[in-house]
């Protein structure tokens, strides 16, 4: 069963650049009919989609987050990432790292990662 | 302010039946975009619970079921049980946006 694993640190500076991994195990990025995501929780709050990335390389972020977010990929790690740049206290929450189905169009996502905190603080 | 809109919070009793309701446009789930549902345990990752309107995943319960007309969908839970206690998220995808929105969740508490 595919798994998902998010790593990175826990605690970022104001205005410096939040970076994460996820890492997929029992399966491969290379595949036509999935796509890799971020999603994120504010403590206490709902779900907000960050971007996502295709095995094609090709790259859909939030319009809220887009001048502020890559999501690269490390196909021989069998890897992608989150780079979130100028972080503020806004962006402290719980970061989900989840594999979504592709039919026609972006559909649900699943599985999930078990989600790592970032806090945003001096 | 999400742009699929959720109940903060409904409530049943043991054995009752709920539903839960997910508005959105005609840039979403209007557009003819299936909607997904996932439930989420206090202190866990989203599972995802429902996928394309009213399709189970292997392993939910058919105490689970989803529908979906015009720009809204909703969720319902039958015989309601105390571990069903948790927040619900819908999920579909945007034209607009060029991509995934949630709803702001919906908090179910079994009474």
């Known amino acids: 069963q595919l798994q998902l694993q998010e790593s990175g640190p826990g605690l970022v500076k104001p205005s410096e650049t939040l970076s994460l991994t996820c890492t997929v195990s029992?399966?491969?990025?290379?595949?036509?009919?999935?796509?890799w995501g971020w999603i994120r929780q504010p403590p206490g709050k709902g779900l907000e989609w960050i971007g996502t990335i295709y095995y094609s390389g090709s790259t859909y972020y939030n319009p809220s987050l887009k001048s502020r977010v890559t999501i690269p990929v490390d196909t021989s790690k069998n890897q992608f990432s989150l780079k979130l740049s100028s972080v503020t206290a806004a962006d402290t929450a719980v970061y989900y790292c989840a594999r979504g189905y592709s039919y026609g169009y972006p559909r649900w996502f699943d599985p999930w990662g078990q989600g790592t905190l970032v806090t945003v603080s001096s | 302010q999400s742009v699929l809109t959720q109940p903060p919070s409904v409530s049943g009793a043991p054995g009752q039946r709920v539903t839960i309701s997910c508005t959105g446009s005609s840039s979403n789930i209007g557009a003819t975009y299936d909607v997904h549902w996932y439930q989420q345990l206090p202190g866990t990752a989203p599972k995802l619970l429902i996928y394309d309107n009213n399709n189970r995943p292997s392993g939910v319960p058919d105490r689970f079921s989803g529908s979906k007309s015009g720009t809204s969908a909703s969720l319902a839970i039958t015989g309601l049980q105390a571990e069903d206690e948790a927040d619900y998220y819908c999920?579909?995808?945007?034209?607009?946006?060029?991509?995934?929105?949630f709803g702001g969740g919906t908090k179910l508490t079994v009474l």
């Open positions: 999920q579909s995808y945007d034209s607009s946006l060029s991509g995934s929105v």
């Open positions: 029992r399966g491969s990025l290379s595949s036509s009919n999935y796509f």
